[in-house]
């Protein structure tokens, strides 16, 4: 069954470094997302992304954080200068062009430790 | 704003037993309500989903759960519980149906633990 791929699973890094999370949308969505979800806390929307632009941003998504589809397959979440705040589980979401609402398909997850 | 409060962060059953995943909902318009599930390292999971047709909907694994406006909820339920259900279950909501944003705004979650 194809599925989103994530990448890294677990990423560690200093306050203030650069980090990007990869994701690999299922091959003929077109309608991706990022979500994250801090420990204990709930799945907050970030962004979606559609026809090679941001379609929808939360409060959250700063401009400290950008996305793009650099290719015809990954999706990337930058952040540019992590806070300790940022740590969270991050998920990548897709869905097909048909699809009704909220019939999204989740990766695993990439759990960011900013320390 | 939408949101959507979630009784109970944990939830105990017996194998065999019925389980009762509470969700209630908070919305100015008609809502879509969705119920997700996630797997220990998995990524969250559709179950079903209401979007205005009928009130009691039915989704995978012998889940369902049913609309109600009266009381604002959409609580999960499934009459025999299996071990392999054990899970963190995510209700969630979109105002799209009015035309407003697609985002979903979830609740926090319940963590299902199926006792043999």
């Known amino acids: 069954e194809p599925e989103v791929t994530q990448t890294p699973s677990h990423q560690v890094t200093q306050m203030g470094q650069e980090v990007i999370l990869r994701c690999v949308p299922i091959s003929n969505h077109l309608y991706f997302y990022w979500y994250r979800q801090i420990l204990g806390q709930k799945v907050e929307f970030l962004v979606s992304?559609?026809?090679?632009?941001?379609?929808?941003k939360s409060e959250i998504f700063d401009d400290q954080f950008s996305v793009e589809r650099p290719d015809g397959s990954n999706f990337t979440l930058k952040i540019r200068s992590t806070k300790l705040e940022d740590s969270a589980m991050y998920f990548c979401a897709s869905r097909l062009a048909g699809a009704g609402a909220g019939e999204l398909f989740f990766g695993e997850g990439s759990r960011l430790t900013v320390l | 704003a939408q949101s959507v409060t979630q009784l109970g962060s944990h939830v105990s059953v017996s194998e065999g037993a019925l389980v009762l995943l509470r969700c209630n909902y908070s919305?100015?318009?008609?809502?879509?309500l969705f119920w997700y599930v996630q797997y220990p390292n998995q990524g969250l999971q559709l179950l079903l989903k209401?979007?205005?047709?009928?009130?009691l909907v039915k989704g995978i694994n012998g889940f369902e759960a049913e609309f109600k406006k009266s009381e604002t909820s959409f609580h999960l339920t499934k009459p025999s519980a299996h071990m392999s259900d054990a899970a963190e279950y995510f209700c969630a909501v979109s105002d799209l149906a009015q035309g407003g944003s697609e985002k979903l705004v979830f609740g926090k979650g319940t963590k299902l633990t199926v006792n043999p």
């Open positions: 919305s100015s318009v008609p809502p879509y």
């Open positions: 992304f559609y026809n090679n632009e941001i379609s929808e």
């Open positions: 209401y979007t205005s047709a009928a009130t």
